[in-house]
Nanobody, 123 residues
Framework: QVQLVESGGGLVQPGGSLRLSCQASGRLRNVNVMGWFRQAPGKEREPVAAISWRSVSTYYSVLVQGRFTVTKDNAKNTVYLQMNAVEPKDTATYYC????????????????WGQGTQVTVSS
């Protein structure tokens, strides 16, 4: 089992920045990919970004590419999502997820999920 705990969400003004963290624990040796997804009210969960746990490969949704950056610290078992130039449309609950598979943007391929952290972009 893998446990994931997100933190860092909150209220941020348009154009501002926020950094989300995801602390992982448990049986991490089989994890291949760590991803960030988000879900806004009334919408489906969508992929945001992902990073290989074993290499430097990354994935970004076209909606966030150039504004968000996903990084990791394997020594701390932590994945980060740096969110810059945020927009009201980025408002959502952000979820961290872990996968033992090799898909980056398919939610069904992620076996482990955190509880989510709310990000609200508003002036």
């Amino acid at each position: 089992q893998v446990q994931l705990v997100e933190s860092g969400g909150g209220l941020v003004q348009p154009g501002g920045s926020l950094r989300l963290s995801c602390q992982a624990s448990g049986r991490l040796r089989n994890v291949n990919v760590m991803g960030w997804f988000r879900q806004a009210p009334g919408k489906e969960r969508e992929p945001v970004a992902a990073i290989s746990w074993r290499s430097v490969s990354t994935y970004y949704s076209v909606l966030v590419q150039g504004r968000f950056t996903v990084t990791k610290d394997n020594a701390k078992n932590t994945v980060y999502l740096q969110m810059n130039a945020v927009e009201p449309k980025d408002t959502a609950t952000y979820y961290c997820a872990a996968s033992t598979d090799n898909y980056y943007d398919i939610a069904e391929k992620y076996e482990y999920w955190g509880q989510g952290t709310q990000v609200t972009v508003s002036s």
